[in-house]
């Protein structure tokens, strides 16, 4: 089932982003968005799981995207700003971009079953 998947997956990126965060020395306020927004996707998954009904249910996956976007901001910003080069975090971005997908095919399944 996809929602299992996005589970694992979004746990995943979580540990992923959490571990690369720790190698960052400085910019605290940088690590601290990136850890909040890629940790949020796993935790609005799963609070979608359990939604109230289908509205909710979208309204949770919604919010998980757009935290999905929001990480892969905070991914572009440690490259541009010479913070960490592609090769470190190219698996995150990757494992990002797997989700995003996933959720938005979600989201379109849901609002077509509505």
């Not at 605290?28 to 996707?41: D, G, K, P």
């Amino acid at each position: 089932m996809k929602e299992n998947k996005l589970v694992d997956l979004s746990m995943e990126l979580a540990v992923q982003a959490i571990k690369f965060c720790e190698k960052i020395k400085g910019h605290y306020s940088l690590v601290n968005q990136l850890e909040r927004s890629a940790t949020s996707i796993g935790a609005n998954i799963r609070e979608a799981n359990y939604a109230h009904g289908k509205a909710d249910f979208i309204a949770k996956l919604q919010i998980a995207l757009k935290e999905c976007f929001e990480t892969e901001y905070w991914l572009e910003l440690f490259i541009k700003a010479d913070l960490t080069i592609q090769e470190e975090i190219k698996d995150i971005y990757k494992s990002c971009g797997t989700i995003r997908r996933l959720l938005i095919a979600s989201i379109n399944t849901a609002k077509e079953n509505k």
